[in-house]
């Protein structure tokens, strides 16, 4: 047995030949994938239950007496299960992205586009759609000659069917998605009694009709031609990333070898027997023996036939798999494959991402449940009030993030003799803000002319944390 | 719309804005209608960094459709909302027009909430939690910059809480107070009262009316000449409320504390306003922010009426 030759590490993808003049733009080739099932095709389906479950199921837990989830942009109330965030919390929401982003780029390290082929909304709601349009018009073929035949009461019937099916996933998509918004429960009462919002309306309209259109008419074109995420992933791919690769020096030359053991033995062709289930599976209709494309999604269905077709050939599996490009080309064991898998690249991005999980989540566990905002009163600087006192006017945002009634103690520190001579404790109502004038006063001649830094110190009677909130106190001359 | 110094500019706007969705629409014509031949490899023949090579594919064609929309789009908004020049579309919208819906809308709103409270006397409306938490809210967008957002005021500005009033804190005074606003105009003394030795003795009987530290023999020389002060300020200089002339015989200074502060009062007068709020505020809010007011001085009627 010779060795075998290792791929050209890039191969530009022949395009079919195009005879004459072409326009600058061409038509949609609608792609009309085949279903197959298979080791990857469950994990997909795994994790559309998943992520579906979570994205229609939280809406309608509670949690007490409200929405479990809830973000309520008109009270700007953010209600996550225990928690209460204002608007001033917005580096959560900054510290969750950061997430996000490190974690796509630590999975797309190790395994290419995992977020594309499994998780993306993109993928998952085309593959419901998908599923339905494969229940109503049947398989691949069937769907096919449906669309080529004339117009009948049957085509009319399914057609019809798919789309009042279709809509329906839609409208629950949006009705879900909106509530997240709003009490999801109220808006349900509200539709019933048909006296929804217009903006609720919209929404769900909005939200439905994108589901609709994304799932069941855009599909790849969304992956290939819309999405920024698709293009810049796979400029996070290095020769150790495992991606959905086509064996090229076990498959090629392709073609089915003769029958017989003997014939079989002295076929030409390699294990690929051009039977074209790859192609014809790919939810992006592309030909994963041509390499690496920017249209994959690494989805791996491909892989899933390829499998089948291997194993009734009685030939070894794994003619199209996860490798890297550096293990296609050494013909790596996977042992050796898993352990490149852990190169520094990896390693950095989960030490990083991990650090940062375990101080988002420190953060939001240690969380004060109380904010003050200080604003110096701009009419007066200060003024002389009775008893030789000096005295400063200041209103305080106190913020309630807590959603029981909290009584809070205002103290001043910073100067000698600087103390409340308002009403020192202010009630603020669950979940509410309140702004309070305050007012500071310093006996005379007990600090130079001039603004003095100070401190007010707000603390929650009975536990629940204190704020410490700097401030001016002004001396005049 | 009358944001265009001259009408030159409208016809500039109008002329920019439709020649470029008129070049938009052309070069999308002829790019529709372009075909070419395709090369033989389907690249552009650009080559980077030893072999990354430009695709030529052609765009999808709904794509193309997209952009039509977009040209639909626009001319239908330039035609329904302003944005050739000074033409103002066929809704008349307005950012000025948008605001005062939305005021509307607010005070439609708010009605039936101001009508009950002003259907209560003010004493009655100052024990009430949901109209106070109204009045604190109107006072601070309308009087704190003045009065201090605690309403105690500084110097010049008289304090809310006191008890005391420059012109009366009747219910039925306030309101007049905040409706038509006040002016309180001292005018210069200076020629009347006699020398600077005699002004400087005025200013310590002004003094010792309430018992602040003075020089009683200046004060005695004083006494005399504060019959020309008496006029408004009234014999013993106990104020008059009906001209807004304060109390002298407290110890609450409004524009300054002590003989120079007096002297110069003397000398230079001074003329202090309280601006009108009557077509700024609605008649109602001014019922709430009476009751507001006439509560901060009024405590202990307000609690026991709670």
Same mark, same amino acid.
């Given at each position: 047995?010779?060795?075998?030759?290792?791929?050209?590490?890039?191969?530009?993808?022949?395009?079919?030949?195009?005879? &004459?003049?072409?326009?600058?733009?061409?038509?949609?080739?609608?792609?009309?994938?085949?279903?197959?099932?298979?080791?990857?095709?469950?994990?997909?389906?795994?994790?559309?239950?998943?992520?579906?479950?979570?994205?229609?199921?939280?809406?309608?837990?509670?949690?007490?007496?409200?929405?479990?989830?809830?973000?309520?942009?008109?009270?700007?109330?953010?209600?996550?299960? =225990?928690?209460?965030?204002?608007?001033?919390?917005?580096?959560?929401?900054?510290?969750?992205?950061?997430?996000?982003?490190?974690?796509?780029?630590?999975?797309?390290?190790?395994?290419?586009?995992?977020?594309?082929?499994?998780?993306?909304?993109?993928?998952?709601?085309?593959?419901?759609?998908?599923?339905?349009?494969?229940?109503?018009?049947?398989?691949?073929?069937?769907?096919?000659?449906?669309?080529?035949?004339?117009?009948?009461?049957?085509?009319?019937?399914?057609?019809?069917?798919?789309?009042?099916?279709?809509?329906?996933?839609?409208?629950?998509?949006?009705?879900?998605?909106?509530?997240?918004?709003?009490?999801?429960?109220?808006?349900?009462?509200?539709?019933?009694?048909?006296?929804?919002?217009?903006?609720?309306?919209?929404?769900?309209?909005?939200?439905?009709?994108?589901?609709?259109? /994304?799932?069941?008419?855009?599909?790849?074109?969304?992956?290939?031609?819309?999405?920024?995420?698709?293009?810049?992933?796979?400029?996070?791919?290095?020769?150790?990333?495992?991606?959905?690769?086509?064996?090229?020096? *076990?498959?090629?030359?392709?073609?089915?070898?003769?029958?017989? *053991?003997?014939?079989?033995?002295?076929?030409?062709?390699?294990?690929?027997?051009?039977?074209?289930?790859?192609?014809?599976?790919?939810?992006?209709?592309?030909?994963?023996?041509?390499?690496?494309?920017?249209?994959?999604?690494?989805?791996?269905?491909?892989?899933?036939?390829?499998?089948?077709?291997?194993?009734?050939?009685?030939?070894?599996?794994?003619?199209?798999?996860?490798?890297?490009?550096?293990?296609?080309?050494?013909?790596?064991?996977?042992?050796?494959?898993?352990?490149?898998?852990?190169?520094?690249?990896?390693?950095?991005?989960?030490?990083?991402?991990?650090?940062?999980?375990?101080?988002?989540?420190?953060?939001?566990?240690?969380?004060?449940?109380?904010?003050?905002?200080?604003?110096?009163?701009?009419?007066?600087?200060?003024?002389?009030?009775?008893?030789?006192?000096?005295?400063?006017?200041?209103?305080?945002?106190?913020?309630?993030?807590?959603?029981?009634?909290?009584?809070? *103690?205002?103290?001043?520190?910073?100067?000698?003799?600087?103390?409340?001579?308002?009403?020192?404790?202010?009630? $603020?109502?669950?979940?509410?803000?309140?702004?309070?004038?305050?007012?500071?006063?310093?006996?005379?001649?007990?600090?130079?002319?001039?603004?003095?830094?100070?401190?007010?110190? $707000?603390?929650?009677?009975?536990?629940?944390?204190?704020?410490?909130?700097?401030?001016?106190?002004?001396?005049?001359? | 719309?009358?944001?265009?110094?001259?009408?030159?500019?409208?016809?500039?706007?109008?002329?920019?804005?439709?020649?470029?969705?008129?070049?938009?629409?052309?070069?999308?014509?002829?790019?529709?209608?372009?075909?070419?031949?395709?090369?033989?490899?389907?690249?552009?023949?650009?080559?980077?960094?030893?072999?990354? *090579?430009?695709?030529?594919?052609?765009?999808?064609?709904?794509?193309?459709?997209?952009?039509?929309?977009?040209?639909?789009?626009?001319?239908?908004?330039?035609?329904?909302?302003? =944005?050739?020049?000074?033409?103002?579309?066929?809704?008349?919208?307005?950012?000025?027009?948008?605001?005062?819906?939305?005021?509307?809308?607010?005070?439609?709103?708010?009605?039936?909430?101001?009508?009950?409270?002003?259907?209560?006397?003010?004493?009655?409306?100052?024990?009430?939690?949901?109209?106070?938490?109204?009045?604190?809210?109107?006072?601070?967008? /309308?009087?704190?910059?003045?009065?201090?957002?605690?309403?105690?005021?500084?110097?010049?500005?008289?304090?809310?809480?006191?008890?005391?009033?420059?012109?009366?804190?009747?219910?039925?005074?306030?309101?007049?107070?905040?409706?038509?606003?006040?002016?309180?105009?001292?005018?210069?003394?200076?020629?009347?009262?006699?020398?600077?030795?005699?002004?400087?003795?005025?200013?310590?009987?002004?003094?010792?009316?309430?018992?602040?530290?003075?020089?009683?023999?200046?004060?005695?020389?004083?006494?005399?000449?504060?019959?020309?002060?008496?006029?408004?300020? =009234?014999?013993?200089?106990?104020?008059?409320?009906?001209?807004?002339?304060?109390?002298?015989?407290?110890?609450?200074?409004?524009?300054?504390?002590?003989?120079?502060?007096?002297?110069?009062?003397?000398? &230079?007068?001074?003329? /202090?306003?309280?601006?009108?709020?009557?077509?700024?505020?609605?008649?109602?809010?001014?019922?709430?922010?009476?009751?507001?007011?006439?509560?901060?001085?009024?405590?202990?009627?307000?609690?026991?009426?709670?």
């Amino acid at each position: 047995m010779t060795e075998p030759t290792p791929p050209k590490p890039r191969t530009v993808i022949p395009i079919t030949a195009v005879d &004459g003049d072409v326009g600058l733009y061409a038509a949609h080739k609608k792609i009309y994938p085949r279903s197959v099932s298979g080791y990857f095709a469950r994990w997909r389906w795994a994790l559309v239950a998943a992520t579906q479950l979570v994205f229609y199921g939280l809406p309608w837990l509670d949690w007490g007496q409200r929405q479990a989830v809830l973000f309520d942009l008109g009270a700007r109330r953010f209600f996550l299960f =225990g928690l209460v965030l204002y608007p001033q919390d917005l580096i959560y929401l900054t510290g969750l992205l950061v997430v996000s982003a490190l974690s796509l780029f630590l999975f797309t390290a190790v395994a290419g586009r995992l977020w594309c082929g499994y998780a993306c909304p993109q993928t998952v709601y085309t593959e419901i759609f998908m599923w339905v349009e494969e229940k109503i018009e049947g398989s691949r073929i069937a769907r096919m000659r449906l669309d080529s035949d004339a117009f009948s009461a049957e085509k009319l019937v399914k057609k019809w069917f798919k789309h009042v099916v279709w809509i329906s996933i839609g409208l629950w998509t949006g009705f879900t998605f909106v509530g997240y918004f709003t009490p999801i429960r109220e808006l349900g009462m509200e539709f019933l009694q048909t006296r929804m919002g217009s903006w609720e309306v919209f929404w769900v309209l909005f939200y439905g009709f994108a589901t609709y259109g /994304n799932a069941g008419f855009m599909r790849e074109q969304v992956c290939k031609y819309m999405c920024p995420y698709a293009r810049f992933q796979s400029a996070m791919f290095d020769r150790d990333t495992l991606i959905v690769s086509y064996d090229t020096a *076990r498959g090629e030359p392709r073609g089915l070898p003769a029958k017989g *053991r003997a014939a079989a033995a002295a076929s030409p062709f390699g294990d690929c027997i051009d039977c074209k289930l790859c192609v014809q599976v790919c939810p992006t209709g592309i030909d994963i023996r041509q390499g690496l494309q920017y249209e994959c999604i690494g989805c791996g269905l491909c892989v899933d036939a390829c499998n089948i077709v291997m194993d009734k050939m009685a030939t070894p599996r794994g003619l199209i798999r996860y490798a890297t490009q550096n293990s296609m080309a050494g013909r790596w064991t996977p042992r050796q494959v898993l352990r490149r898998v852990l190169r520094p690249r990896v390693l950095v991005y989960t030490a990083v991402l991990a650090a940062l999980c375990v101080g988002l989540l420190a953060s939001l566990v240690t969380r004060t449940p109380l904010k003050v905002d200080v604003v110096r009163d701009r009419a007066s600087l200060a003024r002389i009030v009775e008893g030789g006192q000096l005295e400063n006017v200041y209103r305080l945002q106190i913020m309630n993030a807590t959603e029981q009634v909290q009584r809070y *103690r205002i103290e001043a520190s910073g100067l000698d003799g600087l103390h409340v001579s308002s009403e020192p404790v202010v009630e $603020v109502a669950p979940a509410q803000s309140r702004w309070v004038a305050v007012r500071l006063q310093l006996p005379y001649g007990a600090a130079p002319a001039g603004s003095h830094k100070v401190y007010f110190d $707000v603390r929650a009677e009975g536990g629940q944390g204190s704020v410490s909130e700097k401030a001016v106190f002004l001396v005049p001359r | 719309m009358s944001d265009f110094v001259n009408v030159f500019w409208s016809h500039f706007v109008t002329v920019i804005a439709l020649g470029g969705i008129l070049a938009c629409a052309l070069l999308l014509w002829l790019t529709a209608r372009f075909r070419g031949p395709a090369s033989a490899d389907n690249t552009t023949g650009h080559v980077w960094d030893e072999d990354l *090579r430009e695709m030529n594919n052609p765009m999808p064609r709904w794509w193309m459709g997209l952009f039509v929309l977009t040209i639909v789009f626009g001319i239908g908004y330039l035609v329904v909302f302003p =944005g050739l020049g000074s033409y103002r579309g066929t809704l008349a919208w307005s950012t000025q027009g948008e605001y005062e819906k939305a005021v509307d809308k607010a005070n439609a709103e708010l009605a039936p909430v101001y009508a009950a409270y002003s259907a209560q006397a003010v004493e009655k409306l100052a024990t009430d939690a949901g109209a106070m938490a109204v009045g604190e809210r109107l006072f601070l967008n /309308n009087c704190a910059q003045c009065h201090g957002s605690d309403a105690r005021g500084s110097k010049g500005f008289p304090n809310l809480t006191d008890g005391d009033w420059l012109h009366g804190g009747t219910p039925e005074k306030i309101h007049e107070t905040i409706t038509l606003g006040r002016i309180g105009a001292m005018p210069p003394m200076a020629e009347a009262v006699g020398s600077a030795e005699d002004v400087k003795n005025l200013a310590n009987y002004v003094l010792s009316l309430s018992d602040s530290p003075h020089d009683s023999v200046r004060a005695g020389l004083g006494k005399s000449k504060f019959t020309v002060c008496a006029a408004c300020h =009234g014999i013993g200089g106990v104020g008059n409320q009906a001209v807004g002339a304060p109390n002298l015989a407290d110890k609450i200074w409004l524009h300054g504390y002590g003989q120079e502060a007096i002297i110069a009062m003397i000398n &230079g007068g001074k003329t /202090n306003q309280m601006p009108a709020q009557q077509g700024r505020l609605t008649e109602a809010q001014i019922h709430v922010l009476t009751a507001y007011v006439w509560g901060l001085s009024n405590k202990t009627a307000t609690v026991a009426g709670q």
